[in-house]
């Protein structure tokens, strides 16, 4: 089973990408392609570590969310004791299949 990276909020804020805490349950999404225009905070005395709320709204679509965490979970969930991952399966390797005892009583 592979480990997710582990990151700290200053290190994940610092690059783009789709952080979650499993403490506090939040999704963070670091998106560093949108611009807003830095007159609007010439005549704000704002120090570098404060953040401006831009909206209450979510901008990322649902479905998207929901597959880039499907894939994360497949990707790094263990899956049921003894279980192996299908990236670790030797297909060269033939699996020995034993016949039932007794076949008639299924």
């Known amino acids: 089973m592979a480990t997710p990276r582990h990151l700290d909020l200053e290190d994940a804020v610092q690059r783009p990408g789709t952080y979650f805490n499993p403490t506090t349950e939040m999704l963070l999404v670091v998106d560093d392609s949108a611009s807003i ?60 299949i034993e016949p039932d005892e007794d076949p008639e009583e299924l």
């Open 37 to 96: 225009d830095r007159e609007l905070f010439a005549e704000v005395a704002a120090e570098e570590s404060e953040w401006v709320a831009v909206s209450d709204e979510v901008p990322v679509d649902d479905t998207v969310r929901d597959e880039a965490i499907e894939r994360f979970e497949t990707r790094y969930h263990g899956g049921a004791s003894g279980a192996i991952a299908a990236d670790d399966d030797d297909e060269d390797e033939v699996d020995d």
